[in-house]
Structure formats: C-alpha cells, structure tokens
C-alpha cells in the first residue's frame, strides 16, 4: 500500500524539486534526492524518465510534457520559468496552487462528511431494528385482539418485508445508492445534475460559489503573474474548475478575449455572469482591468473568498447539527410511538 495516492505524489514531486533548486541543488541531484523518498513505483519510472531525458538534452518542462502526468497549466509554467529564468518561482507557484486546491476540496468535503455520517449511521441502525426488533415485535401485537395504529402496521410491514427479503434488499439497495451517488456527483455526463441539487441548497450554494471565485482569483491571477497568456489562463481556469456553470462562462469568457474584447465585454456579454460572480467582484475585475492591476487584484479577491469559503463551511456544519438531530428524533419518535400506541390502546381496552 501506497503512503499517498498518485495525485499526492506527483504534487509532492514538485514541492520538493522547488525546494531543492531554490536551495542552489542542481535539477539531476534533485531528482536523484526526490525518488528514494517516493513510495509509488510509476512516479519513480517517472523521474527515471525525466532524468534520461535531461541527460539526452531535452529541457526540463519538455521531460515533464513527456509523461503525460500533469495538466498544460502546469507545463506552461515550467517552460515560462524555464525561458524567463524564474523556474524556482514558478514552481513554487504550482505548489502554491495544488495546496490551495487541496484546501477548496476539504472544505466541500468536510461540509459534506458530518451529514453523510449521520445520515448512514442513522440508515444503518434503522435497519437494524426493522430487520430483528420489529418482527419480535409483531408476533406480540398479532396476539392481541386489538386495532393497530397505521403507522405501526407501517413498520410491521417493513420488519416482515426485511425479514423475508432483507438479505437481498438491503445489498442491492446499498449499491444502488452507492451507484446513484456515483452517477450524480462523480461521472463526466450525469454529474451536473448532483451539481445542481448541490447548487440548490443555499448553505451549499453559498460554499460552492466562494471557493470557485477563490479558485478564479487565486489561479487567474497567479498565472497571469507568472507570465502566462489569459487567453492560455482562461483555458487552464476552465479545466480546473469542478462547477458546470463556471466552466461555460470561462469557455465564453476565453473566446470573447481571443476574439480581442475585453474581460468586461466578456462578463457583460454573458447572461448568467451575474448569477455565479457578485457585482463586487465583477466592478472589481473590471477597475483592475482598466488599471493594468489585474493580477494583483484577483489574488486580492481570491484570498477574500478563500477565507469567507472557510468560514462558509464551517458555517454549514454548525447549521447542518440541529438539523440532522431532528431528523434522527424523528426517526426515534416514529419507532416509540409505533410501539406505544397499541400498548396505550390495550390498557384503555382493561379499563372499565
């Protein structure tokens, strides 16, 4: 078993090359150094190959290029650094970014793991008792000459159908969630519609829309900063987003400046801009763009989200607790008082 998985690994690769080559070590030495500290054999034969074809004169982002194991925003910025003699700060540049994306990823997903846990751990217990409490249960209540309540009737159908046919239905209910969940939030062609009931819940709209805008500052500025073209940077901003509605604006906004308009004429020109980028933000990009500031003041505004997204989902856990403890009471409440009602219906029954 592998330490890391092999996206971890690759981006450990270049952290710890920028940190040798800003040390004054030569690239061959820090790649030399880099590989016994790997525990993944691909990304070993990768610097293998790296080194071979340095020494065969190839330069260093070409090697890279060659591998076919990290993004053309990544390439990019080697060979800008590589030219321009800013490689460490370039790269630096890249570990930057892949920490940063790293950090919009947590925070979706720590705003996603508290309900899930709840949410499965609650299933799994109200199996639990439907499978082997409620048909104890109902061989009780068959014996009594009494009405049962229907929700108690309910539950006993529910005991008697897991009791009958759980050994099946439960598996292939769980896959089919399993599958489901993997269709709607994971799979290229079906993943917008997880994206837009995602999108339709406002604590998590509010989440996903700040650490996309952190995601358009902090990687468009970077890589404007470093020398790249924006026409280039739009097209690497469009890959990396994880959001539908932003990865259509940038494909627009990208064709708009490569046909020579300005990013205002850009956002204008899009209908749907104003649903995915505040007017803030938007004046902002705008003023910057006229100044000649642009890059500096979209890494202003992806810090500004950066910090209101971490905020946001802590937000939405704290917001997320009461809610699913009333939904776990409700669940308790509906097996209390499935079972209490026929015993309160019995002893009505012996008074006189």
């Known amino acids: 078993m592998t330490l890391f998985s092999n996206r971890q690994e690759e981006e450990v690769l270049l952290e710890n090359l920028a940190m040798l080559l800003e040390a004054g070590v030569g690239v061959t030495s820090a790649l030399e150094s880099i590989s016994p500290q790997l525990r993944n054999t691909k990304i070993k034969k990768v610097i293998s190959r790296i080194q071979f074809d340095l020494d065969s004169g190839f330069p260093l982002w070409k090697s890279f290029e060659k591998t076919g194991l990290y993004s053309q925003r990544v390439i990019s910025l080697m060979r800008m650094g590589e030219k321009s003699g800013k490689l460490v700060e370039n790269l630096e540049l890249i570990s930057q970014q892949s920490q940063k994306e790293r950090s919009f990823q947590s925070q979706v997903q720590a705003a996603l793991f508290y309900p899930l846990i709840v949410f499965s751990l609650t299933i799994i217990v109200g199996l639990g008792v439907s499978w082997f409490v409620l048909p104890r249960l109902a061989g009780v209540f068959s014996s009594l000459d009494i009405d049962l309540p229907w929700i108690t009737k309910a539950l006993l159908a529910l005991g008697y159908f897991l009791q009958s046919y759980g050994v099946v239905a439960v598996p292939v209910l769980s896959a089919a969630t399993i599958v489901a969940f993997y269709f709607l939030f994971f799979f290229p062609k079906t993943r917008k519609v997880g994206e837009a009931i995602l999108l339709a819940i406002p604590g998590f709209r509010n989440l996903l829309l700040e650490v996309e805008i952190s995601r358009f500052g902090n990687l468009l500025g970077g890589l404007l900063q470093a020398g790249i073209p924006i026409d280039d940077a739009l097209a690497s901003l469009r890959d990396a987003t994880l959001l539908d509605p932003f990865a259509r604006f940038y494909e627009h906004l990208q064709k ?6 300005s990013i205002k004429k850009g956002f204008s020109s899009y209908s749907s801009a104003k649903k995915i980028f505040p007017a803030p933000v938007q004046s902002l990009v ?42 776990v ?24």
């Open 329 to 352: 009471w409700l669940g308790v409440a509906a097996v209390a008082i499935a079972v209490i009602l026929p015993i309160y219906s019995l002893i009505g029954g012996f008074n006189p």
């Open 286 to 327: 705008f003023a910057a763009e006229q100044s000649g500031q642009l890059p500096g003041s979209l890494m202003k505004i992806g810090r500004l989200f950066e910090e209101r997204s971490s905020n946001t989902a802590r937000g939405v856990t704290t917001a997320l607790e009461p809610i699913m403890l009333f939904l």
């Open 256 to 261: 708009q400046v490569a046909e020579g308009n």
